[in-house]
Structures are given as C-alpha cells and as structure tokens.
Nanobody, 119 residues
Framework: QVQVVESGGGLAQPGGSLRLSCAAS????????MAWYRQAPENQRDLVAS???????TYSDSAKGRFTISRDYTNNTMFLRMSALKPEDTSVYYC?????????????WGQGTQVTVSS
C-alpha cells in the first residue's frame, strides 16, 4: 500500500497565494505520474495539474498562468504553488499518485486538503 498525504490548505484572500504539498510513502516501487485534482461541493472531481515522471507538467485551463506544479523525486513529494487565487478556486484539493507495482500502474488518493478563497 502507498499512503498519500496532502497539506498546506487553508484560507486565502482573493489575489493571494498558497502552496500545497503531497507526500507519498509506504510500499513505493516507482512513482510515475503525480497529479492534483479538486472537487467543490456537488461538483465532480476535476484535474488541476499533473506532472510526469520526467517532470513534464500539464495544467487545466483554469490553472494555466496561475498555478505551478513541481515534484521532489528524492522524497516522493509534489507541490502546487497557487497564485492570484480566486473565490472559484475554493475546493477540496486531492493528490493522486501512480505507483508501478508488478507491471501495473496503481493509483492512490490522499484524503484531501481544503482551500478556501474569501475576503
């Protein structure tokens, strides 16, 4: 099993910044893709940003130009730097990690961290 823990959420003012962290631990063989998703109440869970094993990032349209995803390979950690925050960024943010196990990619979710953008 792989454990995934997010941190860094909280309250931010519109226009402000937050930095989320995601740490993977446990029976890690090889972490491939890591990604951030978010889900607001009564909405589906949507992809915010992802980063491949080679470090190639992808962003949703809403995240482009405002959010930056990065990862620390040594510590199996991923970050999301969020800037120019808007009230519509308010959501629970989830980390998703792909771990290769016996030739199969298995995906693990964290418990989520709440981000609230409000004045």
């Amino acid at each position: 099993q792989v454990q995934v823990v997010e941190s860094g959420g909280g309250l931010a003012q519109p226009g402000g910044s937050l930095r989320l962290s995601c740490a993977a631990s446990g029976r890690i063989s090889r972490i491939d893709r890591m990604a951030w998703y978010r889900q607001a109440p009564e909405n589906q869970r949507d992809l915010v940003a992802s980063i491949s094993s080679s470090g190639t990032p992808t962003y949703s349209d809403s995240a482009k130009g405002r959010f930056t995803i990065s990862r620390d390979y040594t510590n199996n950690t991923m970050f999301l730097r969020m800037s120019a925050l808007k009230p519509e960024d308010t959501s629970v943010y989830y980390c998703n990690v792909q771990n290769w196990e016996r030739g199969l990619g298995r995906y693990y979710w964290g418990q989520g961290t709440q981000v609230t953008v409000s004045s």
